[in-house]
């Protein structure tokens, strides 16, 4: 595709209730990002595949959150037991590689609101 | 990463040069000064990147002070559409590049 595209653009869930939240990579892209960005505040990382596996699962809040890339492009982010402070904008990004100065291309998001 | 100081607001008129500046004073030998904007409702958007030397491309310019201490980024000519949150990020690269570390940045307001 011609950039980053993430589904859903919106999804209002319950509290408890499981969620995913796709990420579709530019082809091509190894690397593939998440982020979160919550109301007034810059992105946060979540986690970094490159490739299928996870390289830095460092910024997963805790054990609810869990991410897949199955065959290095499209990923998931999955999240159980869905808590309000879940609730923010789920960034994704991809870029060729992890040298200097590459460039990371981040998707329109998905907005999570956890009523 | 080392942690970045950015002014939390900014205007510029249209036309005229928006300056933002970015202290890093901790920054490592290293690292590297990216700079990354922010539009409203969308995706964060890379715009440039530098190590030692001042760098320049379609977007904007980077001046990084001998010392690297601080950075500036200029948009030589600020129009309408350039209104975002600007984000100074300090970053190694190699396989830490993914793991980019935003602050609040800096809101631009450009205005007519």
């Known amino acids: 595709g011609a950039g980053v595209s993430q589904t859903p653009s919106n999804k209002v869930t319950e509290k408890g209730k499981y969620v995913e939240l796709r990420c579709d990579p530019i082809s091509g892209h190894t690397a593939l990002y998440w982020y979160r960005q919550s109301l007034g505040q810059g992105p946060e990382f979540l986690i970094y595949?490159?490739?299928?596996?996870?390289?830095?699962d460092s910024g997963l809040p805790n054990d609810r959150f869990f991410a897949v890339r199955p065959e290095g492009s499209v990923s998931t982010l999955k999240i159980q037991r869905t808590e309000r402070g879940d609730s923010a904008v789920y960034l994704c990004?991809?870029?060729?590689?992890?040298?200097?100065?590459?460039?990371?291309?981040f998707g329109q998001g998905t907005r999570l609101t956890v009523v | 990463d080392a942690k970045t100081t950015q002014p939390t607001s900014m205007d510029c008129a249209e036309g005229r040069a928006a300056n933002l500046p970015c202290n890093h004073s901790?920054?490592?030998?290293?690292?590297?000064v990216y700079w990354y904007r922010q539009i409203h409702s969308q995706g964060p958007q890379y715009i440039i990147h530098?190590?030692?030397n001042n760098e320049t491309n379609e977007m904007a310019s980077l001046i990084i002070t001998e010392d690297r201490k601080s950075s500036t980024l200029i948009l030589p000519h600020a129009t309408l559409r350039d209104t975002a949150v600007y984000y100074c990020?300090?970053?190694?690269?190699?396989?830490?590049?993914?793991?980019?570390?935003f602050g609040q940045g800096t809101i631009l307001t450009v205005h007519p």
């Open positions: 990004a991809s870029s060729s590689g992890t040298g200097e100065g590459t460039e990371a291309f």
């Open positions: 530098g190590l030692k």
């Open positions: 901790t920054i490592s030998g290293n690292e590297y």
């Open positions: 990020i300090v970053n190694a690269g190699g396989t830490s590049y993914g793991k980019l570390t």
């Open positions: 595949f490159q490739g299928t596996g996870a390289a830095d």
